[in-house]
């Protein structure tokens, strides 16, 4: 079964920091596309960054600088390591898996990965 658990969030202020971690289990990371999305209160899910399964990383304009993604097969997680953070940074973060092959690389498209985590909030204080 294959099972994604966020951790990390938190209450930072404008301009610190926050490290998410996504741990997984009943996969690995060769031939997925893996990833983070958000979704603030009454806005739709954004993606937020992707790597896909020939280790391009992919980043939303909104986060490039700020953002980094990275995985490490070892300790079957991956990381968002996130600095310069904004109150619009405000979401709940979710990590997702999906299989390479039914999935466009990098695509920051929702409905295109079909393994979930519960979600970490993160809050940004002005």
């Known amino acids: 079964e294959v099972q994604l658990v966020e951790s990390g969030g938190g209450l930072v202020q404008t301009g610190g920091s926050l490290r998410l971690s996504c741990v997984v289990s009943?996969?690995?990371?060769?031939?997925?596309?893996i990833g983070w999305f958000r979704q603030a209160p009454g806005k739709e899910r954004e993606g937020v960054s992707f790597i896909t399964s020939d280790g391009r990383k992919v980043y939303a304009d909104s986060v490039k600088g700020r953002f980094t993604i990275s995985s490490d097969n070892a300790k079957n997680t991956m990381y968002l390591p996130m600095d310069s953070l904004k109150p619009e940074d405000t979401a709940v973060y979710s990590c997702?898996?999906?299989?390479?092959?039914?999935?466009?690389?990098?695509?920051?498209?929702?409905?295109?990965?079909?393994?979930w985590g519960q979600g970490t909030q993160v809050t940004v204080s002005s």
């Open positions: 997702v898996a999906a299989e390479s092959w039914g999935v466009v690389a990098g695509s920051p498209h929702p409905n295109q990965y079909d393994h």
């Open positions: 009943g996969f690995t990371f060769d031939n997925y596309d």
